[in-house]
């Protein structure tokens, strides 16, 4: 734990004079105040981040984590377990989703095996940091121990700081778990307090009859493990994933660095409930990239008091949202890096009389 | 007119063959169907306008056009005109927002002079096919001649048809005008038939008292010109502007040339208003980018029947957020393009039972 406490601790407040010179030099530029709406707010944010009045997005990466359920046993899903380790070979050779649209918009994808049920093929590009063979079936006791929970988050924490010793200026967040739509219900009615109907949903597109016995299963887990709302790492252990926890981990080591972090969906909304919970100052290192067609992550991004950047009713997960809300960031950087201001460009400024 | 006829009649319905190709292969990829949300239908969109089963979005330009307003002279706004033609300088030195955005994006800026007031400084990337000197006082009378809206519209259809000689796989719509927004809210008032007041906005960001004068001169305008929603050249002539008439034209253009057209903030709906009006069929052609702060073009948008894909509160014009909307359309095409199908990946699909 010394660790995990030692990053916590480095997560202060943003940086207000970056934020104020940021504010100051929008008002420069040419345009009308504001005129570039959320895309100046994010540029602030992104100058409080990294401590700089002019941010910079150069270096991007989504990392991207993957690991198995063993609550697929009360089958709530209808995908095959063994699809998780045939994305992961998928993420590696380039053709899924997050690949796409990392290479669009410059990021590179780090593929992570935080507790994939199979043995992988070796793959030089895999980072191989299995916890566990997957969780424990959470319906019948604890997905799985303490010290895993601690193994997980310390792992992305690790992973994140090895990245940002290569160059890394934003991160964005992504999962691939086959089931992992269910432990993120859970974890979100936990930390939220809100009934476990409210917060589940279709995951990869289950029918209703499919979706009142995922929401049973659900209650059934909270029943058999009641994890403490107050104490996040219990919350992991009993009821969470250890992808979940890394990218909890890749939140609070980010954090701790400067960086900001783009948050995907569901699943990575689930890391950020218990890693803000760990640490609430973590919040403003915060970018929700958009929201889900899954139906609790309103009510998750609400309750972390985030806006979305996006609204285009995906449900893919694998960081394909964050890849997307990277782009916007640095759109924001770059416009208040690069836009002339009034007085380089001699454009006269609004009358002063109005 | 006989050109315009000509292009009109050129603007047939999607290619349903390549939908459908593209919603089958679509079905095929490597991730839940439909999991990519909006960016799947978008896709389909871009195969119906191309005509390929799998679009393509390589050559990317904004064609941002300017104008100046007549009506000025009754101080609808606070910003000089002068504005317009330092603005077009801005353009041309790579310094105002669309260009950063569309350097980020990959499009080129075409920057167009469709009826700036002042002698603008000869330029070799600015194309100058002044109509006039910009728009009469549409409060004391029609802001143009029916021979200068067609002149206008048709200008567009050239401009749009030399780029797609250079290659063009999508187009943007972008543009610069002090007091654009008047004529806009005046078009928007006439084609929707709904009140000035709900239809008129704040552009740059005008106090209430000035807002209040502005919906004053709009009903004046409207008053003393009497446009007939039923034949957008007369609304254009009397009510419009030099530069949306151009980007009428460019809509129009694009569409006959299979060239989808994203379409940017309040003036370019205005444009796109005036187009459909002409060309019905139009509207399929048309991705609309974002819905901006100002408050008509949320009315504009369901009358036209389109849905924004952004909502990040920008109100810059230039062709900032079109630029944004052709990122998401080249998403949408690279990710139907270019990730793998199950058979490819090697991933079992979906368990059939559910």
Redesign the interface.
């Known amino acids: 734990m010394s660790n995990l406490t030692e990053i916590i601790k480095k997560i202060g407040p943003l940086d207000k004079k970056s934020m104020d010179e940021a504010r100051a030099r929008q008002d420069t ?11 100046e707010e994010l540029s602030i944010q992104l100058a409080g981040i990294q401590g700089k009045p002019i941010p910079q997005i150069t270096n991007k990466a989504v990392i991207t984590m993957a690991g198995d359920h063993g609550v697929v046993a009360e089958k709530v ?4 377990q ?2 998780t380790a ?2 992961v ?2 993420f590696l ?1 380039g ?3 997050i ?3 990392a ?2 918009v410059g990021a590179r994808v780090v593929v992570v095996d935080m507790g994939v049920a199979g043995q992988l093929k070796a793959n030089p590009k895999l980072l191989s940091r299995k916890v566990a063979p997957g969780t424990k079936n959470m319906a019948a006791g604890p997905a799985m121990t303490r010290e895993q929970a601690i193994k997980a988050i310390e792992t992305g924490i690790e992973i994140v700081t090895d990245e940002v010793k290569k160059g890394l200026d934003i991160v964005g967040t992504g999962d691939m778990g086959i089931g992992n739509t269910t432990p993120s219900a859970a974890i979100c009615a936990v930390i939220t307090g809100r009934p476990c109907a409210e917060v589940t949903g279709r995951g ?4 209703d009859q ?1 979706l009142a016995h995922k929401i049973e299963v659900i209650n059934k887990a909270l029943a058999v493990n009641r994890p403490d709302a107050a104490h996040p790492l219990d919350v992991l252990a009993k009821v969470g994933g250890l992808e979940i926890g890394g990218l909890a981990g890749v939140m609070l080591g980010a954090a701790s660095q400067h960086v900001p972090v783009v948050i995907d969906g569901f699943i990575s909304g689930a890391a950020a409930l218990i890693a803000t919970s760990m640490a609430p100052q973590l919040k403003d290192y915060l970018i929700a990239a958009h929201v889900s ?1 899954e139906s609790g992550h309103k009510i998750l991004l609400k309750h972390l008091g985030l806006r979305p ?8 997960g694998e960081g ?1 949202g964050a890849a ?1 809300g990277i ?2 960031s ?2 924001a950087a ?2 208040l890096a ?3 201001t009034f007085a ?5 400024e ?2 002063e ?2």
């Open positions: 530029l040419t345009k009308p105040q504001g005129a570039l709406g959320r895309l899903g209808n995908w095959p063994e699809v045939q994305m070979a998928n050779h053709g899924a989703g690949n796409v649209i290479r669009q990869t597109g289950i029918d499919l067609a950047l996006l609204d285009l009713e995906m449900r893919l394909t997307l782009f916007l640095e759109t770059r416009t690069e836009m002339a380089e460009a001699e454009v006269s609004k009358n009389e109005s």
